[in-house]
Nanobody, 124 residues
Framework: QVQLVESGGGLVQAGASLRLSCEAS????????MGWFRQAPGKEREFVAA????????YHSDSVKGRFTISRDNAKNTVYLQMNSLKPEDTAVYYC?????????????????WGQGTQVTVSS
């Protein structure tokens, strides 16, 4: 089955950087779009960034554009989220997700496969 495993979260101070990793397995993802979402306590799960596996085309939400960058390594079947200039409001559980489509979608309900999540906490 499809398996997505996130890693790289942690506790950092405002202004620091983290890189999250999502190792994907179970099938060929050439026809998939991969996404990063985040969810803080009491909040809805929100879209962060997405990447088309085959082409590498990306889309970033306005709230993280210029600070976060999504990328992928085909040889390692891994998607990354490089997070720079972290702010306390970035604190959340970050999830990797996959969708069988090459079109960008920005709602969590449009993604069928999910990882377990990794906690990112940014202190001030």
């Amino acid at each position: 089955q499809v398996q997505l495993v996130e890693s790289g979260g942690g506790l950092v101070q405002a202004g620091a950087s983290l890189r999250l990793s999502c190792e994907a397995s179970g099938r060929t993802f050439s026809s998939y779009t991969m996404g990063w979402f985040r969810q803080a306590p009491g909040k809805e799960r929100e879209f962060v960034a997405a990447i088309r596996w085959s082409s590498g085309s990306t889309y970033h939400s306005d709230s993280v554009k210029g600070r976060f960058t999504i990328s992928r390594d085909n040889a390692k079947n891994t998607v990354y989220l490089q997070m720079n200039s972290l702010k306390p409001e970035d604190t959340a559980v970050y999830y990797c997700a996959a969708r069988f489509s090459t079109t960008f979608r920005f709602n969590a309900a449009d993604y069928a496969y999910w990882g377990q999540g990794t906690q990112v906490t940014v202190s001030s």
